[in-house]
């Protein structure tokens, strides 16, 4: 696994990727957590250009900017995201033996017994913890 570049965290610390990266191997890229708070992270950046465009651009102006801002760049790339992580927990849940456990955590993809995320069709427990839900 390769460690990625200062520009591939800075995309990464505001999830503006349209796709995993080739790195994200042994852990998820999309949570429900990293999704919430990069969209909290780029709302914030917005709200700051926001208060610092106000001085030059009239206040109609300023709020149209800042809700098209909201909406492109806060909250619709929050929601792709969430349909995208959404879209990979159906594939574990459909696809492994993790997926029909009781101790599986859809909400972050995580094993609750081995404290460990599931990423591939081997069980983290390797099926000795596996209970049906």
Not at 5 to 19: H, M
Not at 23 to 49: E, K
Not at 119 to 125: A, G, K, N, R
Request: aromatic share 10%; proline share 5%; charged share 20%.
């Amino acid at each position: 696994m390769r460690e990625p570049s200062n520009g591939e965290k800075l995309l990464d610390l505001f999830l503006l990727r349209t796709r995993e990266p080739e790195y994200a191997i042994d852990q998820p890229f999309y949570t429900t957590g990293s999704i919430v708070a990069a969209a909290l992270m780029r709302i914030a950046l917005i709200a700051v250009v926001t208060m610092a465009l106000k001085s030059y651009v009239s206040s109609s102006t300023t709020w149209w900017i800042a809700m098209i801002g909201l909406w492109g760049l806060g909250v619709y790339p929050a929601w792709l995201q969430y349909d995208k992580y959404h879209e990979r927990v159906e594939t574990i849940t459909d696809g492994t033996l993790c997926g029909t456990c009781r101790h599986f955590n859809r909400t972050n993809q995580l094993c609750m017994i081995m404290d460990e995320h599931v990423t591939s069709t081997t069980p983290p427990c390797e099926g000795e913890g596996w209970e049906p839900a």
